[in-house]
């Protein structure tokens, strides 16, 4: 099993910046992507960027150009760096680690830009 643990979330006004951070834990060995979705009320849960441990990423179009991810392998934890930030950013953010056939989630956390 692998445990994740976010955190970083909160309320920022429109063209802010946070930074959300997420631990991972137990069976880290062998964790092959890691990344972050989204699920804004509504809708379905999306991909908002991902990392494999080469350092190669991918991001959605949405948040290219705003959103930066990146892994600290040492320390087991991806970051996702996130900047000028919109209302339609508002979700619960979840963090996500593929480990083998695996997929793990974290318990989310909630992100508002305000207008």
């Known amino acids: 099993q692998v445990q994740l643990v976010e955190s970083g979330g909160g309320l920022v006004q429109a063209g802010g910046s946070l930074r959300l951070s997420c631990a991972a834990s137990?069976?880290?060995?062998?964790?092959?992507?890691m990344g972050w979705y989204r699920q804004a009320p509504g809708k379905q849960r999306e991909l908002v960027a991902a990392?494999?441990?080469?350092?190669?990423?991918n991001y959605a179009d949405s948040v290219k150009d705003r959103f930066t991810i990146s892994r600290d392998n040492a320390k087991n934890m991806v970051f996702l760096q996130m900047n000028i930030l919109k209302p339609e950013d508002t979700a619960v953010y979840y963090c996500?680690?593929?480990?083998?056939?695996?997929?793990?989630w974290g318990q989310g956390t909630q992100v508002t830009v305000s207008s």
């Open positions: 137990g069976r880290i060995s062998d964790i092959n992507v």
């Open positions: 990392i494999i441990p080469g350092g190669r990423t």
């Open positions: 996500y680690a593929q480990r083998r056939v695996f997929d793990y």
